[in-house]
């Protein structure tokens, strides 16, 4: 099984949940890792943590809703490390609410983040990566890119979207790999940022069965760790105790 140690892997949403622990199971197999998100001071403990344990880690505040952003996130991943061989387009929110609520603001926050931002790294990454004829990009989507539930009607929709661009891209290109993963109900902030009630409350009942985050980052680097000829297309990642 070809190693981690030296890729550079890239990893937007890394300030908590599954970036957080994607990139400690990352850093502890020997990639080098730079990674982005808004709140930078959880950025330096993070990187500062790594790096005490003998890693690599660079940081840089990064809002995946704006494509400069996401493109100099990329370029500077190569000016630090020489190329960008995994981009990890983790960063998505999760403002649940019935339709009826008319969360309007909130539904354009997702597609915002959840599909937008995807795309803006694939603009960012990709034609590097067929520059250099060799590359993966690693989306992070949800369970709900396979069914919808009530109050999730929007997000369910983000991460379908998420879902179909994955498989086009792959479609489109024989020279990079593209990864679906598919979490589960995962520990994380999420949950509790749901502005809606009732919404809220689902959530917590939904989620009272969880596996960490670290699991999802497992996955992933099951996912880098395939021979260059090998694309793990899809990773679906539940509990197993979990009946949804």
């Given at each position: 099984m070809p190693d981690i140690a030296g890729k550079v892997v890239a990893i937007t949403g890394a300030s908590s949940g599954i970036g957080q622990e994607t990139a400690r199971v990352l850093a502890a197999r020997g990639a080098r890792l730079v990674l982005g998100a808004r709140r930078t001071d959880r950025l330096e403990a993070l990187a500062a943590?790594?790096?005490?344990?003998?890693?690599?880690?660079?940081?840089?505040?990064?809002?995946?809703?704006?494509?400069?952003?996401?493109?100099?996130?990329?370029?500077?991943?190569?000016a630090e490390f020489g190329r960008l061989d995994v981009l990890v387009n983790n960063a998505g929110i999760m403002p649940l609410s019935p339709l009826a609520a008319l969360r309007v603001d909130e539904w354009n926050a997702m597609i915002d983040v959840n599909i937008r931002g995807v795309l803006h790294g694939i603009a960012a990454a990709l034609p590097r990566m067929e520059a250099r004829g060799e590359g993966q990009i690693i989306n992070v989507a949800s369970i709900g890119a396979y069914a919808v539930s009530p109050t999730a009607a929007v997000y369910c929709a983000t991460k379908y979207a998420v879902r179909a661009i994955s498989d086009g891209l792959r479609q489109e290109t024989d020279r990079i790999r593209v990864t679906v993963v598919s979490p589960g109900t995962v520990e994380s902030e999420l949950a509790d940022r749901?502005?809606?009630?009732?919404?809220?409350?689902a959530m917590k009942e939904f989620r009272r069965v969880?596996?960490?985050?670290?699991?999802?980052?497992?996955?992933?680097?099951?996912?880098?760790e395939q021979p260059p000829e090998v694309d793990v297309s899809e990773i679906i990642v539940r509990p197993t105790a979990s009946p949804h």
């Open positions: 943590g790594i790096v005490r344990s003998g890693g690599q880690a660079r940081i840089r505040r990064l809002d995946v809703t704006q494509p400069v952003e996401m493109e100099e996130f990329v370029a500077f991943a190569e749901i502005s809606d009630e009732t919404a809220r409350a969880c596996i960490t985050p670290d699991a999802i980052g497992r996955a992933i680097a099951y996912a880098i």
